[in-house]
């Protein structure tokens, strides 16, 4: 617990930990120590390189004393070359030859699975990134110097690039591979999920995290809704080279550290909170935010780019306007920006509430079920032996039916189903003096 800022906190809020499974813990229990539950979905995995040939070619150099420094990028660079030492039966030479071989952990975690191994003395930069190999390794002369880095297959080139600037002979080789998770239903379950505000922060650790997310989304076709909801939780980088990839795609990064490392992101998520959302009011505004408010709750414009119309109004650009927006709606001062249309009007004429008894192995199945059709909102648990609940709005009572129906099909025996039709509709118009 030393080096934990004190009074910082993650108390009631969620944090989804995308990195492979068998990477989570840390982070995890992370945000555990600071009071925050963390949700656990795998977007990658880590697998071994489908040609081997050029690692194996590296790992006979590194044996055969031909390389002057290894340099480890990651953990999984270094689990997965001895994976491979370990199947051309040069494990114990590669392990005798790096302690007589500089080499160069990229941070301290990197260092600890090196040591556990067996794996010589490595020395780790002050920054954890290409950027503190370099300047590391600037101050021990490198031109006529072998470099070996075992890496991802999908890596940047700024330390092979940097490296050969200053006279180094650069040997680089896939150790692994990253790919999309195969668990597509947990994927999905995260893509819902977020989708559905369940989740406070999207802790991203690599490029790959990012890349994947994105891809997935795609494939479900949430492109839109997954964008928007970004753009309302707390997006966290764990570095540069992540938050730009994140950047590149419009996301705004609210949090990245200054040290890379998952203990650094997960005390900077809670400091975050604490300075954005710890006690933030109404009365810690200031006049320009008590302006918008006003005006997005009295006269927002019914135009093609409202926007647009409502900079122009307020004598703003719109995109101030709308950083302004965003950040109260991430402090949690506006939860929705949406219309309230009477339904009956515009032809919706039915509406229920629905309550289900559903056996905890079914939930998710039942859930994904029901939020397919467009009239269902507000899908949601509760700790209650009615334990699913959701409304639904319809053209007419014929909608409504054809949905129960299906859900009987499911299983569900009557005495499961509470079905709780609207009778009468009271709508509240409240309205706040801010100016």
């Not at 648990?381 to 699913?388: K, M, V």
């Amino acid at each position: 617990m030393a080096g934990w800022s004190k009074g910082v906190s993650l108390k009631g809020k969620v944090v989804a930990v995308v990195r492979p499974q068998e990477q989570s813990k840390d982070l995890a229990e992370a945000v555990e120590r600071l009071g925050g539950t963390p949700y656990l979905a795998p977007l990658i995995e880590v697998k071994p390189p489908s040609d081997p040939e050029a690692l194996h070619r590296m790992i006979r150099k590194i044996a055969a004393g031909k390389v002057d420094v290894v340099v480890f990028m990651s953990r999984n660079g270094v689990l997965q070359t001895l994976k491979a030492a370990e199947q051309i039966g040069l494990l114990e030479k590669f392990r005798k030859m790096l302690e007589r071989t500089a080499s160069i952990s990229v941070g301290p975690k990197t260092k600890h699975v090196m040591e556990e191994h067996g794996l010589g003395n490595p020395v780790v930069p002050d920054e954890y990134s290409s950027s503190g190999v370099v300047r590391l390794l600037m101050e021990r002369g490198l031109r006529g110097k072998t470099v070996a880095i075992p890496r991802a297959q999908v890596a940047s080139d700024e330390l092979l690039v940097s490296l050969e600037r200053l006279g180094a002979k650069v040997i680089e080789a896939t150790a692994y591979e990253v790919k999309e998770s195969s668990d597509m239903r947990r994927v999905k379950r995260f893509v819902r999920d977020l989708e559905a505000g369940k989740i406070d922060v999207v802790a991203f650790t690599s490029p790959s995290t990012v890349r994947s997310l994105m891809s997935n989304v795609r494939r479900l076709r949430l492109e839109k809704e997954i964008a928007n909801r970004l753009r309302r939780v707390v997006v966290a980088s764990i570095g540069p080279t992540t938050k730009k990839t994140l950047e590149d795609l419009g996301f705004q990064v609210d949090v990245m550290p200054s040290e890379y490392t998952v203990e650094a992101l997960a005390r900077e998520i809670a400091a975050y909170f604490q300075k954005n959302n710890g006690s933030i009011g109404i009365e810690d505004l200031d006049d320009l935010d008590r302006m918008i408010l006003q005006a997005l709750q009295d006269d927002f414009p019914l135009t093609v780019r409202p926007w647009n119309h409502l900079a122009a109004r307020l004598g703003l650009d719109s995109q101030t306007l709308i950083l302004r927006v965003r950040r109260m709606m991430k402090l949690g001062l506006i939860r929705k920006i949406g219309a309230f249309p009477n339904l009956r009007q515009i032809g919706f004429r039915a509406s229920t509430l629905i309550g289900l008894r559903v056996p905890e192995e079914r939930l998710h199945d039942v859930a994904e079920m029901i939020n397919r059709f467009k009239s269902v909102s507000h899908n949601y648990l509760r700790e209650h032996r009615y334990n699913l609940w959701f409304t639904v709005t319809a053209k007419d009572k014929r909608e409504i039916d054809e949905i129960l129906k299906l859900l009987r099909k499911t299983g569900l025996q009557d005495q499961d189903i509470l079905n709780l039709p609207t009778v009468k509709t009271f709508k509240t118009d409240v309205r706040f003096t801010l100016q």
